[in-house]
């Protein structure tokens, strides 16, 4: 029997909700295997912790989260309580960039029995690849005069390391899929970075002789998420460009609220952390509506990259199954509530046990 030590995160809102649903059903899959098991241990880091700490989580929290296989993070930010840059910046990037979690990974897929808000899409599969710990989401930068003199100044921070270490990872996961990687861009108006961005692009495509390659624009690839997602498979893109990319991935599935991500180590030195996309919806916070499949698909990820892809095809199997049934929550057009899908998830996996 291998067992993992997983630290859990509600987190706050609906994470509070999710998290525990979706480890419900992560219990029920690998009881079926029986090879494997997972012991949770809940951490309370959160936006109540802060009110009451003065912190995201304590001096000590990277250092004990070091002692785990892996992170399952629910959901961050209480923006009436705490602002948003401090809880991001306390927990969920701190984390990530502590943990040296390089690479985001969001996959975004046309699942049976949910409607696309496009108009008769062409079924997709694609997955974008952000590098997750620098580019524009750097702290160099500041502010300062006042008045019609107050200025800001936020720069974005390449390196050859970080931006060649997203695209091979995209090249070696594009190997596996479809073959074809397309790099998100916008060397036409950032006069620096962007060039950069491209020479390295072409430089590492070498290595990679048997993908197919494009280079978009990311204002056009952005539109072509929208009129023609079919034709993408593996995209790796910038922090903040991989960010908006994902969001909208989410959306042309039909629900941000059911996006999973995985931020990875992918040296496997120190563990890595999977969250799903949606926030911590706190107007429906409390009320059991939350849809958790965005948390179990989450879970499927942690599966992927643990190396158990039968489990993780299976988990997103019942994914499907559950939708195709019509039971969903309401931010998919139904009533069912967070235990309704809950249950029917694990049904179907006891059913195929």
């Not at 997955?127 to 936020?154: K, P």
């Not at 498979?233 to 991500?261: E, K, Q, R, Y």
Request: include cysteine; glycine fraction near 10%; hydrophobic fraction near 40%.
């Amino acid at each position: 029997m291998n067992q993992y030590e997983i630290a859990v995160i509600p987190g706050d809102g609906i994470g509070k909700e999710v998290v525990p649903a979706a480890i419900r059903v992560i219990d029920t899959l690998t009881d079926i295997h029986g090879g494997l098991s997972f012991k949770w241990t809940s951490f309370p880091w959160s936006c109540e912790y802060y009110l009451e700490h003065g912190a995201m989580m304590p001096e000590d929290g990277i250092q004990t989260l070091r002692n785990f296989d892996q992170i399952f993070l629910g959901a961050v930010g209480m923006p009436n309580l705490v602002p948003d840059h401090v809880s991001l910046w306390g927990l969920l990037i701190k984390i990530r960039r502590e943990m040296q979690q390089s690479i985001n990974v969001r996959p975004a897929k046309l699942l049976n029995g949910l409607a696309s808000p496009l108009r008769d899409p062409e079924p997709f599969d694609l997955i974008v690849v952000r590098e997750n710990s620098e580019g524009e989401y750097s702290e160099i930068g500041g502010r300062m005069h006042s008045g019609s003199d107050e200025m800001a100044i936020q720069s974005a921070v390449f390196t050859r390391k970080g931006t060649e270490r997203a695209m091979r990872y995209a090249f070696d996961l594009a190997k596996k899929r479809r073959q074809h990687v397309t790099s998100a861009t916008k060397s036409n108006g950032i006069s620096h970075s962007m060039p950069f961005w491209d020479d390295v692009f072409k430089d590492v495509l070498k290595d990679y002789p048997d993908i197919a390659t494009t280079s978009n624009h990311i204002d056009a690839l952005a539109a072509f998420f929208v009129m023609k997602p079919h034709v993408f498979d593996v995209i790796v893109a910038s922090n903040l460009f991989g960010d908006i990319l994902t969001d909208l991935g989410g959306a042309i599935m039909g629900s941000i609220g059911i996006a999973p991500a995985a931020n990875l180590n992918v040296e496997r030195t120190l563990p890595s952390m999977f969250e799903p996309v949606h926030g911590s919806a706190p107007d429906i916070a409390g009320k059991g509506v939350a849809n958790p499949l965005g948390q179990i698909w989450t879970g499927k990820l942690m599966l992927d990259f643990m190396g158990y892809e039968d489990l993780g095809k299976l988990l997103l199997d019942a994914i499907e199954h559950v939708l195709v049934s019509g039971i969903k929550t309401r931010d998919l057009g139904g009533r069912a509530t967070t235990e309704d899908v809950t249950s029917a998830v694990i049904e179907y996996l006891k059913s195929c046990g």
